[in-house]
């Protein structure tokens, strides 16, 4: 089912507007869609089911990523979120106990002013999912930085 929407998504049939939307237009669906989830289940409630959510797309994406070794996975991993415009994903730490990943023009939070909160919990599930498929277990991820709390770059911690 999972991967069905995956390829359902891939799909686009627009032949006068294309593929590309503004990130504004992206930045609105999601941070309006965040604030009336907010609404509903709370602060916490709305973060944890965007995590879910991108941990599931995580878990997905690893079905064409995976590599038996970590450094080419996430060089994989890279260069799709280059090439898909998600941000420029740069391994900060790389160790048994953690993963420190800095996710530099970060589609959501780069040059957003100070807002007081970090709001990739999106990205933060899909770095989830990508380590859970590679490790075979769940792991722990949270957003250490974000342009959203004035911490000049998005940061995804992972306890492996
Ligand atoms: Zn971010």
């Given at each position: 089912?999972?991967?069905?929407?995956?390829?359902?998504?891939?799909?686009?049939?627009?032949?006068?507007?294309?593929?590309?939307?503004?990130?504004?237009?992206?930045?609105?669906?999601?941070?309006?869609?965040?604030e009336y989830l907010k609404e509903i289940v709370g602060?916490?409630g709305a973060?944890?089911l965007?995590?879910?959510?991108?941990?599931?797309?995580?878990?997905?994406?690893?079905?064409?990523?995976?590599?038996?070794?970590?450094?080419?996975?996430?060089?994989?991993?890279?260069?799709?979120?280059?090439?898909?415009?998600?941000?420029?994903?740069?391994?900060?730490?790389?160790?048994?106990?953690?993963?420190?990943?800095?996710?530099?023009?970060?589609?959501?939070?780069?040059?957003?002013?100070?807002?007081?909160?970090?709001?990739?919990?999106?990205?933060?599930?899909?770095?989830?999912?990508?380590?859970?498929?590679?490790?075979?277990?769940?792991?722990?991820?949270?957003?250490?930085?974000?342009?959203?709390?004035?911490?000049?770059?998005?940061?995804?911690?992972?306890?492996?």
């Amino acid at each position: 089912m999972k991967q069905d929407l995956l390829k359902a998504i891939s799909s686009v049939d627009r032949p006068q507007l294309g593929e590309d939307i503004p990130i504004l237009i992206f930045r609105a669906f999601r941070l309006y869609s965040g604030e009336y989830l907010k609404e509903i289940v709370g602060d916490k409630g709305a973060s944890m089911l965007f995590l879910n959510a991108g941990r599931q797309l995580g878990l997905s994406l690893a079905r064409n990523l995976l590599d038996e070794d970590v450094n080419r996975f996430l060089e994989k991993v890279s260069d799709f979120a280059k090439e898909e415009k998600l941000g420029i994903l740069v391994v900060e730490d790389l160790n048994k106990e953690k993963a420190v990943l800095r996710l530099d023009e970060c589609i959501t939070c780069s040059g957003m002013p100070n807002i007081g909160m970090r709001i990739c919990h999106f990205e933060t599930g899909i770095v989830a999912g990508l380590f859970e498929a590679f490790l075979g277990k769940r792991v722990k991820a949270t957003e250490t930085k974000c342009n959203a709390m004035g911490e000049g770059t998005c940061q995804v911690t992972v306890e492996l």
